[in-house]
């Protein structure tokens, strides 16, 4: 890593490639389907079979011969029924039709189906009332896939659809990224666990909740572990305990300039965590490095609850995107319209909350890095570059939408 700017802050966009520098992909695995919601595939997979494998009826009714329909009302025999699965069909003759269920596949000499609802629904003899076409109703074998098609490729995140697909060309295990794990540790004496009473100087613990969420909305799986007190030692021994089912650290306080920086003053002589002022309000004070025989990732983010979430959003989360092979760089931004005046201080690039309408956004009330509330308010962050201190009202400004 280099070194800081002189005099000064490190700029946002080095401290993001330091971070992407050490963090890398983690390596493939194969799971399971039913394990592999959320990941992202690390393979191409292609289909065996074309889906439908064989043309099928998409509605209840009778596969007839278009010809011998055309000129409905018809009366015509019913030579048997064809469920879904049955695969002994007997060819339709020339003036003769087949009841057939949806799925179920089109039996020989027939072109189209007939729905029920043109019929008077006969079992043994049916009258038509009207005409299908050729091809009516019917799904071609190979209309969605072709034998052989990439249905998903390598760095698509499965979801639902995608797990669906993945089942619907028969695959049971794929390869995927794991969903990177990712644990969470809070420091500062002051903090009370929500559900507990309140004693006068506490505050209710926050960013553990907030921290381990944005990790699953990034595709990982968040692990809370709990707030430990100012103690550098308490926080090292919870460390190393959480370390075993870790991918990756995320701890929030105790880096700034204060008598108790716990964090800092327990991963600051390791010599293997760095700590540093980056030119960004809010999120200045941050550590990164890596701590532990398997050279884990740690992100030891500042304790105001903002200036957390921000540092998140720049810095850990296309951290996650790598480790779970994803193209990652700074969050990308929308061109907006601001509806009120904007300050930020010089020389640090601003991350005001706001609210995004359209091509405008208009900044909340409240842009302290303490102010939570008005973060929860907002679903956009307001860029405001390093060598812009204010801006007017109506100026546009880069966005990004959380
Ligand atoms: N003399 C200076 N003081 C401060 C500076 C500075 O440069 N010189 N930087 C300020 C900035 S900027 C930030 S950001 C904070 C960072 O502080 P720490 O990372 O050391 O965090 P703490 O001191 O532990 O807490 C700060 C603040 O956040 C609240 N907090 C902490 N953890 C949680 C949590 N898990 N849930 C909810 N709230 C939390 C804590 O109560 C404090 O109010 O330092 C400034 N100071
Ligand atoms: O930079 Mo601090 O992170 O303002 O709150
Ligand atoms: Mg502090």
């Known amino acids: ?12 966009d080095r401290h993001l490639a330091d971070i992407l520098t050490t963090v890398q992909p983690l390596p493939p695995l194969e799971v399971d389907l039913e394990r592999a919601l959320g990941a992202v595939l690390a393979e191409d997979v292609s289909s065996p079979v074309a889906l439908p494998p ?3 009826s998409a509605m209840d009714g009778y596969a007839v011969r278009a010809e011998d329909v055309a000129g409905a009302p018809v009366s015509l025999p019913v030579i048997e029924d064809i469920a879904a699965g049955d695969a002994e069909l007997r060819a339709v003759g020339p003036g003769l039709v087949t009841r057939i269920m ?3 596949p089109m039996p020989g000499g027939a072109d189209a189906v007939v729905p029920v609802e043109w019929t008077d629904g006969g079992t043994t003899r049916v009258t038509i009332h009207k005409a299908a076409p050729y091809g009516h109703a019917v799904r071609r074998a190979g209309e969605d896939v072709q034998a052989g098609d990439v249905v998903l490729s390598a760095g698509t995140r499965i979801g639902a659809a995608q797990l669906g697909i993945l089942a619907g060309v028969g695959r049971r295990r794929v390869v995927v990224r794991p969903r990177p794990r990712v644990v969470v540790l809070s420091t500062g004496a002051e903090l009370a666990e929500p559900g507990k009473p309140l004693a ?5 613990e926050s960013n553990s909740f907030m921290l381990a969420a944005a990790v699953r909305e990034a595709g990982g799986e ?48 390791l010599g293997t965590v760095r700590f540093e002022k980056v030119a960004m309000q809010p999120g200045m004070p941050q550590g990164f490095g890596v701590v532990g025989p398997d050279k884990v990732p740690i992100f030891a983010l500042p304790g105001n609850p903002v200036s957390s979430f921000v540092s998140f959003v720049l810095f850990v989360k296309p951290a996650l995107r790598r480790m779970q092979g994803l193209p990652a760089s700074l969050p990308e931004t929308v061109r907006a319209v601001t509806t009120s005046p ?25 842009q302290g890095s303490h102010q939570l509330a008005a973060l929860a308010s907002a679903d956009a962050l307001i860029v405001v570059p390093e060598d812009v201190t204010e801006l007017p009202a109506g100026s546009e400004v880069e966005v990004i939408a959380l």
Request: glycine share 14%; hydrophobic share 35%.
């Open 342 to 366: 904007l300050r930020s201080p010089e020389g640090r690039r601003s991350y005001l909350r706001g609210v995004l309408t359209g091509e405008t956004v208009a900044p909340v009330s409240g």
């Open 54 to 56: 064989f043309d099928n």
């Open 1 to 12: 890593m280099k070194q800081s700017d002189p005099g000064g802050l490190k700029p946002v």
């Open 200 to 204: 006068h100087g506490q505050i209710w």
């Open 222 to 269: 968040g692990f809370r572990a709990g707030a430990v007190t100012d103690d550098p030692q308490v926080f090292l021994e919870r460390l190393d305990a959480q370390l075993v089912r870790a991918d990756a650290v995320i701890t929030s306080g105790g880096v700034s300039m204060g008598a108790y920086e716990p964090v800092k003053e327990a991963l600051g002589p």
């Open 102 to 104: 949806t799925g179920a």
